[in-house]
């Protein structure tokens, strides 16, 4: 049963956080300088800075707060929220399980697609503000404090998602409180 209330957690931040599409993160180019662009409706289409204001994702499930002009690893991390929310709205946890969450979050349930389809069933819209990411020193792990709101739960719930470095790319690790 814990495992069940772990992925019920991670889908309350994933559609609060529109992580499911991280794969297009923002979906664009970088511009000469490699910095992030704005395509003029505050979405993210680059791999480097990410500001305030600026939706992440196809589904623009994942905003980032007032304070949180990130530089590129920090906009990495959000971007992997991106995907994670993407996913998450899109339903398609078998993405979800094989390519966002990290090796050992990929295993909670036994069956991560079956945990994720009955603790998803009533989910219908979220969204989530990244308010502030902290990369560790070695650079291998990373904290992202959110605020998610979904269709379950109406209330601002604050949650810290842990993500870890996997192969180079940012994978969802687990949530907290």
Same mark, same amino acid.
């Given at each position: 049963m814990k495992k069940v209330g772990i992925a019920a957690r991670l889908l309350a931040v994933a559609a609060i956080l529109s992580l499911a599409a991280f794969a297009v993160v923002g979906c664009g180019g970088d511009d000469k300088n490699g910095s992030s662009t704005s395509n003029g409706s505050g979405t993210a289409t680059g791999g480097g800075d990410v500001q305030s204001g600026d939706t992440v994702g196809e589904a623009k499930k994942v905003v980032v707060g007032k304070d949180g002009d990130f530089d590129a690893e920090q906009a990495a991390v959000v971007a992997t929220l991106g995907e994670f929310a993407d996913a998450t709205?899109?339903?398609?946890?078998?993405?979800?399980?094989?390519?966002?969450?990290?090796?050992?979050?990929?295993? @909670?349930?036994?069956?991560?697609?079956? =945990?994720?389809?009955?603790?998803?069933?009533?989910?219908?819209?979220?969204? @989530?503000?990244?308010?502030?990411?902290? @990369?560790?020193?070695?650079?291998?792990?990373?904290?992202?404090?959110?605020?998610? =709101?979904?269709?379950?739960?109406?209330?601002?719930?604050?949650?810290?998602?842990?993500?870890?470095?996997?192969?180079?790319?940012?994978?969802?690790? @687990?949530?907290?409180?």
């Open positions: 709205a899109d339903k398609n946890y078998k993405k979800l399980c094989n390519d966002i969450l990290s090796k050992e979050a990929a295993k @909670i349930g036994g069956d991560c697609v079956k =945990t994720f389809e009955q603790s998803g069933a009533g989910l219908k819209d979220f969204k @989530i503000v990244v308010n502030s990411v902290k @990369i560790s020193k070695d650079g291998k792990t990373a904290t992202a404090a959110v605020d998610v =709101t979904s269709n379950v739960n109406s209330a601002n719930q604050a949650q810290n998602l842990s993500l870890v470095k996997e192969g180079g790319e940012w994978k969802v690790q @687990i949530l907290g409180q």
